[in-house]
């Protein structure tokens, strides 16, 4: 199949563009390269460098391409800037986003599968929630994610193609870019590779369903590739099981002394340390998986020792080192 991914340069999008060439599809790949690379892609995929903003450039994306499937990842995805400014994120979470569901519905797409978050729509869970738990979305990125899924409610109820919301727990893995607002795995790797201590917020005691980036691209051609009898299905997409901060900086320090031991590198990384507390920050969230077990036949399949090991190599190999 024919697939554009939005956002396919970038960390969980060129892990969804490697899982589709894998599996025999044809991704192509709308990206502005703002936090995405080309570097992450084989030269082979055709790379439109385009805004999703700019409705012209994407109706004409997709009279080109003609695509069977969109995999729409590109998002604004710092919950920080959308509480600063609010109209930026709508601009590109929900305007984009309408851009891209809107001319996939002319151009007769059979199926969107749509990046949610669990995160901001569930908000505090000390427990796996499940689907249909209450939303809670509180700031304007959690706002827009609950949006974007009643906006492809909408599109496959009305314009006939199929939907699938994805929400996903915290995404880490090789590829995620460390700057800004991005998950604690990849800032504390840089720093800590760097020779420079990582800031563990607060207390540490913030516990988070981290699952694999490229767990999560087999999510995502899984719900591509399923065949489904409802025209909108929400999935979680996650481990349900939690690790806080504090367990994360250990692992990772552990994971990055070993590497850099058998590397012979001569970088020393520097106890973690405590900073102050971060306001807004939830205590606990997890998601239960139950679903895309039973729909998707769709388990992860990278623990989190792996992970952060596979991860530490990755951004070593990447610095140099």
């Keep these: 199949m024919k697939v554009i991914v939005t956002g396919g340069a970038g960390f969980i999008g ?4 490697d899982t589709l060439l894998a599996k025999g599809h044809e991704p192509f ?3 502005n390269l703002c936090s995405g690379e080309k570097k992450n892609l084989p030269p082979s995929v055709p790379v439109f460098e385009a805004d999703i903003v700019d409705g012209a450039r994407i109706s004409a994306i997709f009279d080109e391409v003609k695509p069977d499937w969109v995999c729409h990842q590109a998002a604004q995805m710092s919950v920080s800037r959308s509480m600063r400014e609010p109209l930026f994120d709508a601009e590109n979470n929900v305007m984009g986003l309408l851009n891209v ?7 007769g797409v059979k199926r ?3 990046a949610s978050s669990g995160g901001v729509l569930y908000g505090e869970m000390t427990t796996p929630a499940p689907e249909d738990s209450p939303k809670k979305p509180v700031s304007p990125y959690g706002i827009s994610k609950w949006i974007g899924e009643q906006y492809l409610e909408f599109y496959a109820r009305e314009r006939g193609l199929q939907g ?3 929400r996903y727990s915290n995404v880490y893995g090789p590829r995620q870019n460390p700057h800004g607002e991005a998950g604690v795995v990849a800032i504390f790797c840089k720093a800590m590779l760097a020779g420079k201590a990582a800031t563990v917020n607060g207390d540490g005691k913030y516990v988070r369903d981290y699952v694999h ?11 591509l590739e399923t065949t489904m009898s409802a025209s909108f299905t929400p999935i979680n997409i996650g481990t349900g099981v939690g690790a806080d901060v504090n367990e994360i900086a250990s692992q990772l320090y552990r994971a990055t002394q070993d590497y850099l031991k058998r590397r012979q590198s001569s970088v020393i990384v520097p106890e973690c340390r405590h900073g102050e507390s971060r306001a807004g920050d939830l205590r606990s969230n997890l998601v239960s998986p139950s679903r895309a077990a039973l729909l998707l036949n769709w388990k992860p399949t990278i623990g989190l020792k792996e992970g952060i090991e596979q991860t530490v190599a990755w951004f070593a190999e990447n610095q140099g080192l």
């Design 101 to 107: 569901f809107d001319n996939a519905a002319r151009v």
């Design 14 to 17: 060129s892990h969804i563009v």
């Design 164 to 166: 699938v919301a994805l």
């Design 112 to 114: 969107i599968v749509f």
């Design 29 to 31: 790949v709308i990206d």
């Design 213 to 223: 980036g490229r767990d999560v691209a087999l999510a995502n051609v899984a719900a």
